[in-house]
Nanobody, 123 residues
Framework: QVQLVESGGGLVQAGGSLRLSCVVS????????MGWFRQAPGKEREFVAA????????YYADSVKGRFTISRDNAKNTVYLQTNSLKPEDTAVYYC????????????????WGQGTQVTVSS
């Protein structure tokens, strides 16, 4: 079965950076659109960024535009989220997800999900 494993989360001070990674196994990564989502305590899961199968289309939430960058390496079955200029409000569990059909900006339609990695930004 398809498995997604995130890593790279941690505790960082405001203004700092983290690089999140998500390795996909058991499927055809190079054909999937990939997305990053996050969920803060007491809040609904929200879209962060998405990338098409070949990296040709990129989408970002307004709240992270200019600070976060999504990328992928199809040779390594890995999608990345570079997070810069982090703010306390970026604190959340970050999830990666794979979609077999489209590049979605909602969590509806994504077929496979990872377990998440915690990002905590201190002020």
């Amino acid at each position: 079965q398809v498995q997604l494993v995130e890593s790279g989360g941690g505790l960082v001070q405001a203004g700092g950076s983290l690089r999140l990674s998500c390795v996909v196994s058991g499927g055809t990564f190079s054909t999937y659109a990939m997305g990053w989502f996050r969920q803060a305590p007491g809040k609904e899961r929200e879209f962060v960024a998405a990338i098409s199968w070949n990296g040709g289309r990129l989408y970002y939430a307004d709240s992270v535009k200019g600070r976060f960058t999504i990328s992928r390496d199809n040779a390594k079955n890995t999608v990345y989220l570079q997070t810069n200029s982090l703010k306390p409000e970026d604190t959340a569990v970050y999830y990666c997800a794979a979609d077999r059909l489209r590049v979605g900006r909602t969590d509806k339609g994504y077929d496979y999900w990872g377990q998440g990695t915690q990002v905590t930004v201190s002020s």
